[in-house]
């Protein structure tokens, strides 16, 4: 078996240039890490579900202490501002809510049809989980993925996307600070080989992927090998309707932040898709337009900047090609922005916020995911013809609704083919509610006891009674 231990430079994407180095697992190392995570989780469900509880809750207490230091690797992760970077307080949540699931019950009894017997239906852990996160929301994917499986007794070897391994490194340091067995979690920071040689091995009970599709049928066909059940959360390209009726100086807001301006445009959840109702195009457009152009673009590490870089030169040659090719291609009418932002941050990989009108959903601009601070606008001329836009892309991951009608909001919100609807409200993602997509954009739930029930396989036990 071949061992890489490969080191690579990690380049900061504000600067362009590195800003440490990061070791990469290969197939031995991830053997290696499969079966100590094994042997940990032996150790793990042989604990008392109280004990397995309070050191969870005490993991919590450390990510708690180390909020701050979190935040700070996070933008060095991936140069997300650092006024959005507490996303390590989504982690923090989410090992406190699932660390109460650990001593609740997880099964139930049954009656049997024409007999006495006990019949169980028990709920246990897999084993050994493979959790791959993305490098745009390492630890939100953590808490998400990594609290449910702890606490339904699975170990966890934690595959970092070698362009954001710096926090998720740091969560592995402090599971051990707070008594978790070593190896319980394990974090492998790997490229797609190391990510390949994970999926494959046969000492892993469930993988919990976060990324794109086109990774994600990767990930499948390496899953069948062992017939490995896979839960995938995909990418997205998100409707976000805005009704005569809805308060407009607020969803302006609203649309601001959760189209372009959120991490630059790089989350499956943000909102590329802006549908306007006829009758305030103009005006919402305008109001659209004077928010996106009050960002604060500079360096992720200033409390001011709200608006940072994309991941990387491909990342930003891919984003600005697609561009190009909507302007030549007469998809719609180019509003702002479009171009590489030069001056101080040319060395950077800082797009402008980009801002397309009068969009055809038919064109790549609107169908295929930018992942990049691009957004399309276009019109609606009512409720009917607002769904059918919205619903016609082969994503489902979140929709969005600005409507003050609460009738209008329940019936939109029942027609809108997408696992999350947000109503006057950004993707506010919380460990109570499940997350994951329709058609494209995934199978499965994070979050809730949705969530909770993904990590864990149902056992019948029936025992006689003459």
């Known amino acids: 078996m071949e061992s890489r231990g490969m080191k690579v430079e990690h380049i900061y994407p504000a600067t362009g240039r590195p800003n440490g180095t990061v070791t990469l697992a290969g197939p031995t190392e991830i053997d290696e890490a499969v079966q100590t995570a094994a042997k940990a989780q032996r150790e793990w469900v042989s604990l008392t579900v109280d004990r397995r509880r309070d050191l969870l809750i005490g993991l919590a207490d450390v990510v708690h202490e180390h909020l701050g230091e979190l935040a700070k690797l996070n933008v060095d992760d991936y140069a997300v501002p650092i006024s959005f970077a507490g996303t390590a307080m989504l982690l923090e949540r989410f090992l406190r809510h699932f660390a109460g699931y650990a001593d609740k019950p997880h099964g139930v009894t049954t009656p049997v049809n024409g007999s006495f017997d006990i019949n169980l239906v028990e709920r246990e852990p897999y084993g050994v989980v493979g959790v791959i996160t993305p490098w745009n929301g390492a630890l939100v994917v953590t808490g998400s993925c990594v609290a449910p499986a702890l606490a339904a007794g699975n170990a966890v070897v934690l595959k970092p996307s070698e362009l954001a391994p710096?926090?998720?490194?740091?969560?592995?340091?402090?599971?051990?600070?707070?008594?978790?067995?070593?190896?319980?979690?394990?974090?492998v920071p790997a490229d797609a080989k190391g990510g390949d040689a994970l999926v494959r091995h046969p000492g892993i009970g469930k993988i919990a992927f976060t990324g794109g599709g086109a990774t994600a049928r990767k990930v499948l066909q390496a899953a069948a090998t062992n017939l490995t059940p896979v839960v995938t959360e995909l990418g997205g390209k998100s409707a976000n309707l805005i009704f005569a009726d809805a308060d407009l100086d607020l969803a302006a807001s609203l649309s601001a932040h959760q189209g372009?301006?959120?991490?630059?445009?790089?989350?499956?959840?943000?909102?590329?898709?802006?549908?306007?109702?006829?009758?305030?195009?103009?005006?919402?457009?305008?109001?659209?337009?004077?928010?996106?152009?009050?960002?604060?673009?500079?360096?992720?590490?200033?409390?001011?900047?709200?608006?940072?870089?994309?991941i990387s030169q491909a990342a930003a040659d891919r984003i600005l090609t697609a561009v190009d090719t909507a302007v030549s291609g007469g998809a719609g009418e180019l509003l702002l922005g479009g171009r590489r932002i030069g001056g101080q941050l040319a060395e950077g990989y800082y797009i402008?916020?980009?801002?397309?009108?009068?969009?055809d959903n038919a064109s790549e601009l609107a169908q295929l995911e930018t992942f990049g601070p691009v957004v399309s606008v276009m019109r609606f001329r009512d409720?009917?013809?607002?769904?059918?836009?919205?619903?016609?892309?082969?994503?489902?991951?979140?929709?969005?609704?600005?409507?003050?009608?609460?009738?209008?909001?329940?019936?939109?919100?029942?027609?809108?083919?997408?696992?999350?609807?947000?109503?006057?409200?950004?993707?506010?993602i919380s460990p109570q509610g499940p997350y994951g997509g329709y058609k494209q954009s995934g199978a499965g739930r994070t979050g809730g006891i949705e969530g909770l029930n993904e990590f864990q396989q149902v056992k019948n036990i029936r025992i006689a009674v003459r």
């Open 260 to 310: 372009p301006l959120m991490q630059s445009g790089q989350s499956c959840a943000c909102a590329s898709r802006l549908l306007v109702h006829d009758p305030v195009y103009d005006e919402f457009v305008q109001k659209f337009l004077d928010v996106v152009g009050t960002a604060c673009i500079g360096d992720p590490m200033d409390p001011a900047t709200t608006f940072g870089p994309v």
């Open 352 to 359: 402008e916020p980009t801002v397309f009108g009068g969009v």
């Open 166 to 187: 710096f926090a998720a490194l740091r969560f592995g340091e402090l599971c051990l600070e707070a008594g978790l067995p070593e190896g319980l979690v394990t974090v």
């Open 383 to 428: 409720e009917d013809e607002a769904v059918r836009i919205a619903n016609d892309t082969p994503y489902g991951l979140n929709a969005f609704v600005q409507t003050t009608d609460l009738n209008r909001a329940h019936r939109v919100a029942r027609r809108l083919e997408s696992g999350s609807v947000w109503i006057n409200q950004f993707s506010d």
